[in-house]
């Protein structure tokens, strides 16, 4: 179901809490570690204008259950790939493609669903995303694990503790993604980072010369967070990749 640029229609998807806007081609927004589908409130409405935007809260955040058993990327790459066949057209043997915007943990996701359901991926935006923690600066890593120390002793009940550490630790333990599933992408690729961005330059660059013809921009003077903080510059410059994209494809 499509809805008007400025109109939200929620849903939910098993567990997940979803929000729908505008229509068109279909977009999924993946945010990242920690945080909800409000992260791309500055970039939708340039979106929306051109695409059905379908902005998902990940599992165990924002409005999203977190359920049983382990929370991981791989899980939450199998219920970004569950939310594409609900919603999107197609058949359930031949489901519609969606582009795919992730930030930071949520480019991990996108990568991951890329590599396990690449029928399901058109083209893939990878804003500030990481194989592994020696792709973050030194100083960062180190922050995170003493947040991790900080966090198993803080006065606070067990299952409190528990969901916080969890969350932390995904973005120290690797997403599970390789070099040769970097190779096997096909779709699309735009690789954003911001100059000043808690992703080492070097690991940025590697990830997306791993990609075949992945695009590189490096936002200057941006952070990590630059597809926010930079939404008015950087979000044009998605939608014309996700034009040009589209009209590649076009027989």
């Known amino acids: 179901m499509s809805t008007s640029p400025a109109t939200i229609m929620e849903q939910r998807v ?29 970039n939708v409405p340039l979106l929306a204008a051109r695409r059905r935007v379908v902005a998902v809260d990940c599992r165990g955040q924002g409005r999203s259950a977190r359920g049983a058993g382990p929370l991981t990327l791989s899980r939450m790459a199998d219920d970004a790939a569950r939310v594409i066949r609900v ?3 197609g058949t359930a043997a031949h489901p519609e493609p969606f582009d795919m915007i992730g930030f930071s943990d949520g480019a991990n996701v996108a990568m991951l669903l890329a590599v396990r359901h690449p029928e399901l991926v058109r083209s893939l935006v990878l804003a500030s995303g990481n194989l592994d923690a020696s792709g973050l600066r030194f100083s960062v890593r180190w922050g995170l ?42 779709a699309p690729t735009l690789v954003l980072a911001g100059q000043r961005d808690l992703i080492r330059r070097r690991h940025t660059r590697m990830l997306a010369g791993s990609i075949p013809h992945a695009r590189l921009v490096i936002v200057r003077g941006g952070s990590h967070t630059v597809l926010r903080d930079r939404a008015s510059a950087v979000t044009p410059l998605i939608v014309r990749f996700l034009t040009e994209s589209s009209l590649e494809e076009a027989p």
């Open 87 to 89: 919603l999107g057209g």
């Open 145 to 186: 694990r003493m947040l991790c120390l900080a966090v198993a002793v803080t006065p606070a009940p067990a299952r409190i503790r528990a969901g916080r550490l969890e969350l932390l630790r995904l973005m120290l333990d690797p997403p599970g993604i390789t070099m040769r599933d970097l190779r096997s992408i096909s």
């Open 14 to 42: 098993d567990d997940l809490h979803v929000e729908v806007r505008g229509s068109g081609a279909p977009l999924l927004l993946v945010h990242g570690n920690s945080g909800d589908l409000h992260f791309f409130d500055r």
